[in-house]
């Protein structure tokens, strides 16, 4: 064989008598890099490779180690085995299934005659640190299909069996530490000592391939990374991220509920309508600052609707349907289809366009049950959705002006950090590749005009349209898709939209289908962990609590509620014989902006003290210029209030 020649992300070469695997490449280099290696990246592809891959002449390699982000791919892919394997060394009669890597950890499914106990996880985190310094060496191995379906079977992994018969090649990998081993692709550490640190965390239900008519399994959720330091890092991010889970602040707030008449249907108490209102407001004046115009559409359509949309072709399985007078109707599940008959309704020229219209229509989708969670996964729900009709040399304008509305409303709520995507034509989609190539070159021409970073999300596009997916990266650093920019040729197609232009012909319209907030269940879920429940002024169901020390200022505490409720502010008296300091205490529990404290000094003086929820306190306020300050921090919609330093 002629020299093999391996390239280097400076360019370097290095030069083999035949194909070496990315670990010689390694080794190659030093000694030290070999020890720390767990996988490369090949010609710039961003999948992660085993290190046992076996490269070409000509390929360049980025040798992946601890040091790098990514390894923690390698290393929780490994240590799921190592779980695996942990469970069944106590526990042989237990059939393993699956265990993938997911974001901050990985899981691994089991079939188990007995039921885990929470003591059976610690039992099995102690199994994989004894395992964890073993330190024995992961070894890749093929066997032919069939000699792999043998094996497995001997053995009674039924569902290993089944996942086999499922893949295509003539050949399966097998990974083997120690007397253990599991089907795999990898990719997999050298050995085992380089998994530093393991978390077993929880327990859940889960199906076979997330299918109920399939068996019920037992899920244990890990987490690993490349030092106890990371992992303590990250066991107190979830412990804070368990004191904001919206959940517990929706039932501590009183926000929300949900009763089993209606899975995935949300029930906005009078304080959580608030929210939800205000943030509707919110967006309604931005729809007047930038020339949207509102409008309703019907909740239920004829299927012959999604299917001129290709929702039914396309996206049936996430909708729901019902039968009227012997036809077939479905729950809208996107406002989309009905804002095309709408624009149907009469003839448009060239001068009526852009045509922006917004819809607070309550949609509905299909979520299994074991997806759903609170009001981030959600079977019902209102978007601040809105589509624009516009022509062609409109479009890149709509963009950016969709940029600028959208980074305004992001910079009021104090959503200072996210990133953008563009998701690219999926699998399943409508439409032709030249028209996916035109409305592709749209977003990614807008987005290098407004100088704007993206990172490409290759076949998670909508089946209409590639489109922007911004991710907002909450206090905890965790990613969330709230907004995001469509652009659609085919749905102006698919249902002959057209205008009128200047050379009084025909012309086709693009449609962008675009959102803020995203569904508005999802945001007030999301923000609320964000924020830790401390709503801002403008959001706060309760604005100002007023507290008496004793009954002598009642008199005084009902002047001033009605004086602050006249300004349209929302106030409560909390007139109730309890200590002051326990009222205060549960005022700060409910996250009250200002907490106006009255004793017989402000009784004498007509004064006010005012306690704000971080602890601060001002004393010798007047109450109408504190009325007033508090109204204008409310109608500009402040993030902080006016009395913080």
């Given at each position: 064989m002629?020299?093999?020649?391996?390239?280097?992300?400076?360019?370097s070469?290095k030069t083999f008598?035949?194909?070496?695997?990315?670990?010689?490449?390694a080794?190659?280099?030093?000694p030290?890099?070999a020890?720390?290696t767990l996988?490369?990246k090949i010609n710039?592809?961003n999948e992660?490779?085993?290190?046992?891959?076996t490269?070409?002449d000509?390929?360049q390699?980025?040798?992946?180690?601890?040091?790098?982000?990514e390894?923690?791919?390698v290393?929780?892919?490994?240590?799921?085995?190592?779980?695996?394997?942990?469970?069944?060394?106590?526990?042989?009669d237990?059939k393993v299934?699956?265990g993938?890597?997911?974001?901050?950890?990985?899981?691994?499914?089991?079939d188990?005659?007995?039921?885990?106990?929470?003591?059976?996880l610690e039992?099995?985190?102690k199994k994989?640190?004894?395992?964890?310094k073993?330190?024995?060496p992961?070894?890749r191995?093929t066997?032919?299909?069939?000699?792999?379906?043998?094996?497995?079977?001997?053995m009674g992994?039924?569902f290993?069996?089944?996942l086999?018969?499922?893949?295509?090649?003539e050949?399966?990998?097998?990974?083997?530490q120690?007397?253990?081993?599991?089907?795999?692709?990898?990719?997999?550490v050298?050995?085992?000592?380089?998994?530093?640190a393991?978390k077993v965390?929880?327990?859940?239900?889960?199906?076979?391939?997330?299918?109920?008519?399939?068996?019920?399994?037992?899920?244990?959720?890990?987490t690993?990374f490349?030092?106890?330091k990371?992992?303590?890092?990250?066991?107190e991010?979830?412990?804070?991220a368990?004191?904001r889970?919206?959940r517990?602040l929706?039932?501590?707030?009183?926000?929300?509920?949900?009763?089993?008449?209606?899975?995935?249907?949300?029930?906005f108490?009078?304080?959580?309508?608030?929210?939800y209102?205000e943030?509707?407001?919110?967006?309604r004046d931005k729809?007047?600052?930038?020339?949207?115009?509102?409008?309703?559409?019907?909740q239920v359509?004829?299927?012959?609707l999604?299917?001129?949309?290709g929702h039914?072709?396309?996206?049936?399985?996430?909708?729901y349907?019902?039968?009227?007078?012997?036809?077939?109707?479905?729950f809208?599940?996107?406002?989309c289809?009905?804002?095309?008959l709408l624009?149907?309704?009469?003839?448009?020229?060239?001068?009526?366009?852009p045509?922006?219209v917004?819809?607070?229509g309550?949609?509905?989708?299909?979520e299994?049950?074991?997806?759903?969670?609170?009001?981030?996964?959600?079977?019902?729900f209102c978007q601040d959705d809105a589509?624009?009709f516009?022509?062609?040399?409109?479009?890149?304008?709509?963009?950016?002006?969709?940029m600028?509305?959208?980074?305004?409303v992001y910079?009021?709520?104090?959503?200072?950090?996210?990133?953008?995507y563009?998701s690219?034509?999926?699998e399943?989609?409508?439409g032709s590749?030249?028209v996916?190539?035109q409305?592709e070159?749209?977003?990614?021409?807008?987005l290098?005009s407004?100088?704007?970073?993206?990172?490409i999300?290759?076949g998670?596009?909508?089946f209409?349209?590639?489109?922007?997916?911004v991710?907002?990266?909450?206090?905890?650093?965790?990613?969330?898709?709230l907004?995001?920019?469509?652009?659609?040729?085919?749905?102006?197609?698919?249902?002959?939209l057209?205008?009128?232009?200047?050379d009084n012909?025909?012309?086709?319209p693009v449609?962008?289908?675009r959102?803020?907030?995203?569904?508005l269940?999802?945001?007030i879920g999301?923000?609320?962990e964000?924020?830790?429940?401390?709503?801002?002024t403008?959001?706060?169901?309760?604005?100002?609590?007023?507290l008496?020390?004793?009954?002598?200022q009642?008199?005084?505490?009902?002047?001033?509620?009605?004086?602050?409720?006249?300004?349209?502010l929302?106030?409560?008296?909390d007139d109730?014989?309890e200590?002051?300091?326990?009222?205060i205490?549960?005022?700060?529990?409910q996250?009250?902006p200002?907490?106006?404290?009255?004793?017989?000094?402000e009784?004498?003086?007509?004064?006010i003290?005012?306690?704000l929820?971080?602890?601060?306190?001002k004393?010798?306020?007047q109450?109408a210029?504190?009325g007033?300050s508090?109204?204008?921090?409310?109608?500009?919609?402040k993030l902080?209030?006016?009395?913080?330093?």
């Open positions: 002629s020299a093999v020649k391996i390239y280097l992300p400076d360019n070469v008598d035949h194909e070496p695997s990315i670990l010689e490449v080794e190659s280099i030093g030290r890099l020890k720390d996988g490369g710039g592809n992660i490779k085993d290190l046992r891959t490269l070409k000509g390929d390699v980025r040798i992946i180690t601890s040091k790098d982000e390894s923690l791919e290393i929780r892919h490994s240590a799921a085995h190592v779980m695996a394997q942990a469970v069944q060394e106590i526990w042989p237990v299934t699956i993938p890597v997911i974001e901050n950890g990985f899981y691994y499914d089991f188990s005659p007995r039921n885990f106990s929470p003591e059976d039992k099995i985190e994989m640190e004894e395992i964890l073993r330190a024995e992961v070894v191995s066997l032919p299909k069939a000699e792999a379906i043998k094996t497995f079977s001997e992994e039924r290993k069996v089944e086999i018969e499922g893949i295509p090649d050949e399966v990998g097998i990974y083997t120690g007397k253990w081993f599991d089907l795999c692709r990898g990719p997999h050298q050995n085992i000592g380089q998994i530093k393991v965390l929880s327990l859940a239900g889960a199906y076979w391939r997330g299918d109920e008519k399939n068996p019920q399994l037992q899920r244990i959720y890990a690993a490349n030092d106890k990371e992992l303590k890092a990250h066991l991010r979830l412990e804070e368990k004191k889970d919206h517990k929706g039932k501590d707030l009183g926000l929300f509920h949900f009763h089993q008449f209606s899975p995935g249907g949300p029930f108490t009078p304080k959580g309508t608030i929210i209102n943030l509707q407001s919110f967006m729809y007047k600052e930038y020339s949207y115009s509102e409008i309703i559409t019907p359509f004829d299927v012959d999604f299917h001129q949309s039914y072709e396309n996206y049936r399985e996430n909708m349907f019902t039968e009227i007078d012997e036809r077939q109707f479905s809208k599940p996107m406002n289809p009905s804002h095309c624009y149907q309704s009469d003839k448009k020229s060239y001068r009526d366009l045509w922006r917004a819809d607070f309550r949609l509905h989708r299909y299994r049950s074991g997806a759903m969670h609170g009001l981030t996964r959600v079977r019902t589509h624009i516009c022509r062609l040399d409109q479009l890149q304008d709509e963009i950016a002006t969709f600028k509305l959208l980074s305004e910079q009021t709520l104090g959503l200072d950090e996210y990133v953008i563009l690219t034509r999926p399943k989609r409508m590749d030249e996916w190539d409305a070159g749209a977003l990614k021409e807008a290098k407004l100088n704007l970073n993206y990172v999300n290759e998670d596009g909508a209409y349209g590639p489109k922007l997916d991710m907002f990266v909450d206090a905890l650093k965790r990613p969330w898709q907004g995001t920019l469509q652009v659609d040729y085919n749905l102006p197609q698919a249902f002959d057209s205008y009128v232009g200047e012909k025909d012309h086709r449609m962008l289908h959102a803020v907030l995203g569904s269940e999802r945001f999301v923000y609320l964000h924020v830790a429940g401390h709503l801002p403008w959001l706060s169901p309760t604005q100002i609590r007023i008496t020390l004793t009954d002598r009642l008199e005084y505490a009902q002047e001033l509620k009605s004086q602050f409720a006249s300004l349209g929302r106030v409560h008296l109730r014989s200590k002051l300091g326990y009222k205490r549960e005022a700060q529990l996250k009250v200002y907490m106006v404290i009255l004793g017989d000094k009784l004498e003086n007509k004064s003290s005012v306690r929820r971080t602890g601060a306190n004393e010798g306020l109450p210029s504190f007033q508090v109204l204008e921090e409310i109608k500009s919609r902080k209030s006016h009395l913080e330093g």
